[in-house]
């Protein structure tokens, strides 16, 4: 046998100080981690922001995008043919892929007169490197490309966002989307494909690059297709290789000639943006805007090629502390507020001054939308019953409901239209937007209704209401659901996932849910449209309002350009909204973004669609600041220096007990 008593103790000594080394590694680690308590573990290279959104997009195919936050991420990915200038206000529609602002001319044809648009690409534009190209290089943009956009946007199986706006205009656009949707009911592959290869009769090409449309009246808003996502120009093979069987679906994996594209997309955790290195060399910082900008620093990047940003992170976090204290330590570039009830930041004097002093940009703006809530008036409580749902509006104290919620952040609404926009008016008076509650019991009464109690079956009347599952929203569901109470009606509230929320509202399956819309073009036809009764077929109409005075009054608004006259019809169209009531308006929302000091040019858009192409952060100031603003504090490096001590005087006894043992 080999070894002896004294070798086993020092080897028990030993096991005991490899004990104490392992205890004591971690606490080390810890010890020195203390100083880096960065979320992300460290920034990326180069020029990388950090920001955040508070849901997954639901979708990244351009033909089936319907909520901002969808947009706002394939707005960075694809290019359009138009844009939005970025800096000047009114916003203003300028080329982007194409060459020219478009050519509106009539046309005489067959006896029948036409109104048409046309337009160029530039040359030398040219998809993001994508394996669904050959050799995974991508190819240049055809004409064709932006004609299959246009076909999708006819493809019903998709709910395209984009077919109101070429629907029962466009010619041969109707006739299209008819075949189109006999060959998917027939299920038959090929007769999909045969079908998509047909022409469109109101679609023309001219020269290598040129695309003519013939419209049967003004294409007056048929043109902000071509400045909307869906308008995008669309690879055909992409869309085939990724809605194959065993590839991710090409609504996660899109395929655009944008400034950036996706590189990463972890569900509920983040994006990650790269710079599209294909992008056209052509799109330059603007040298140009409104007189203030000068001054203001947002010309000093004019000239410069665009992107500006290598990567944009996008963290998703649920709205709530979060966000505000990512943003305050400096972790995220930029914070926008507009979900959060409440907001720390807004109601804590000491943090805004703190913020003041850091050189933190606060920009607030009323946003180009509308929220309350929406009936489906195909549904028997509903339906031609505009007594009960005027009473259901009538139990909401509009100024109550933002003094309670939305401190500083929102405005009521007496109108589908926000503040800015076109037919807006801010002394109009809806009778149904205001607390009422004597008006609303007559009104229940006179639906049938008495005291909010069902004939039937005596009970209280229930009515299931669908909305977002949101933190902080259980105290707005609390408060809807009191003020029903106080005239007898029950209402329960289903909160879905945000993709859920969507397909009830796309399915029409609901009987009362959440309501809001934000603009998608600063023209008064986006809401109008929305209660339009040919748009009943699409995603558009989702109330399923139809009014054939007010189809009459649509189809003249949209003919007729900006002026006294479109603005006398516009306020008759509202009229018949707020008497019919399809949705209870609530609010106009005020968003509130907050932009770290080495961060900019900054100008928020009421579109807020193409902004991260424009920003430019200094990180070599961002590093700084943040080891500055995380730096332990003396109180908290004594304590951390306590505990290391106490560590390695542990480490010493250790060694100092073995060697004394170990010596005898």
């Known amino acids: 046998m080999y070894g002896s008593g004294q070798t086993s103790k020092s080897v028990r000594i030993s096991g005991r100080l490899s004990g104490f080394a392992i205890l004591l590694l971690p606490c080390l680690a810890l010890f020195f981690a203390a100083c880096n308590n960065h979320p992300f573990g460290n920034f990326a290279p180069g020029k990388s922001l950090y920001t955040s959104m508070e849901e997954n997009p639901a979708t990244l195919d351009p033909a089936r995008v319907t909520d901002i936050d969808s947009f706002y991420i394939a707005s960075q990915i694809y290019d359009t043919p138009y844009e939005f200038h970025y800096l000047k206000r009114p916003l203003q529609m300028i080329p982007s892929m ?21 337009f160029e690409l530039k040359p030398g534009l040219r998809f993001q490197d994508d394996p669904c190209f050959a050799g995974g290089v991508g190819r240049s943009v055809q004409i064709d490309d932006l004609i299959f956009a246009i076909k999708r946007a006819a493809d019903d199986r998709l709910a395209p966002f984009g077919k109101a706006l070429l629907q029962s205009r466009l010619l041969g656009f109707d006739q299209f989307s008819a075949e189109l949707n006999r ?28 695309i003519r449309l013939l419209f049967s009246d003004s294409p007056a808003e048929a043109i902000y297709f071509f400045a909307n996502v869906s308008g995008a120009p669309v690879a055909e093979e992409c869309v085939l290789y990724y809605d194959g069987q065993r590839r991710p679906p090409f609504a996660r994996h899109p395929v655009g000639a944008g400034p950036f594209q996706l590189a990463e997309w972890r569900d509920q955790q983040y994006i990650l943006l790269r710079r599209n290195e294909n992008y056209r060399q052509d799109d330059l910082y603007p040298a140009s805007g409104e007189p203030q900008d000068a001054q203001a620093g947002l010309l000093q990047h004019a000239g410069q090629r665009l ?57 607030d703006q009323v946003e180009f939308a509308t929220f309350g809530w929406q009936y489906n008036l195909q549904h028997p409580l ?7 749902r005027r009473a259901l509006s009538l139990l909401i104290d509009r100024n109550d409901l933002i003094r309670r919620f939305y401190y500083q952040r929102a405005q009521p609404a007496a109108s589908i239209l926000p503040p800015g926009m076109e037919g807006y008016r801010a002394d109009h008076q809806n009778p149904w937007a205001q607390r009422n509650l004597e008006e609303a019991q007559r009104l229940l009464r006179q639906a049938g209704y008495p005291d909010g109690r069902d004939p039937g079956s005596g009970s209280a009347l229930e ?30 509230i289903e909160q879905l996932d945000f993709p859920s929320l969507i397909q009830k509202w796309n399915q029409r399956d609901f009987v ?39 189809d009459r009054k649509y189809e003249l608004v949209r003919a007729l350009p900006p002026g006294p006259e479109r603005e006398r019809h516009i306020e008759a169209m509202l009229t018949m909204l707020e008497n019919d009531m399809p949705v209870a308006v609530l609010i106009h929302r005020a968003s509130h973004q907050y ?13 807020e669609f193409r902004e991260m192409k424009y920003w430019d952060l200094d990180a070599a100031r961002r590093a700084a600041l943040t080891d500055e603003w995380n730096r332990p504090g003396y109180s908290a490096w004594l304590s951390l220096s306590a505990i290391a001590g106490a560590l390695l005087l542990l480490l010493w006894y250790s060694l100092h007990s073995f060697r004394r043992h170990a010596g005898k």
Do not use: C
Request: charged share 20%.
């Open 595 to 607: 932009v770290q000091p080495w961060t900019a040019p900054v100008k928020p858009s009421p579109l």
């Open 463 to 492: 009515i299931p209401y669908f909305d977002r599952a949101a933190q902080g929203r259980a105290p707005v569901y609390a408060y809807y659901a009191a003020r029903f109470a106080e005239a007898g009606v029950r209402l329960r």
């Open 382 to 388: 509903f339906q031609n019953n505009v007594a009960l």
């Open 98 to 118: 194409a060459t020219a602002l478009p050519e509106r001319q009539r046309l005489l044809r067959n006896g029948r007169q036409y109104w048409t648009l046309a």
């Open 307 to 363: 992107p500006i940003l290598d990567s944009v992170h996008i963290a998703i976090i649920k709205r709530g502390p979060p966000k505000w204290i990512l943003f305050g330590q400096g972790y995220l570039d930029l914070y926008r507020n507009k979900l959060d009830l409440q907001e720390r930041l807004l109601m804590t004097p000491q943090l805004l001054e703190q913020y003041r002093t850091r050189g933190v940009q606060r920009f």
């Open 512 to 550: 009362m849910m959440h309501w809001a819309w934000g603009a998608d073009y600063p023209d008064p036809q986006n809401f109008l449209q929305l209660f339009y009764s040919p748009n009943r077929s699409n995603t558009y109409n989702s109330t399923q309002y139809a009014n054939p005075a007010y």
């Open 183 to 210: 060959a998917a009911e027939s299920g038959d592959p090929a007769a999909i494909i045969r079908a998509y290869a047909a022409p469109i009769s109101g679609i023309e090409r001219f020269g290598q690059r040129g």
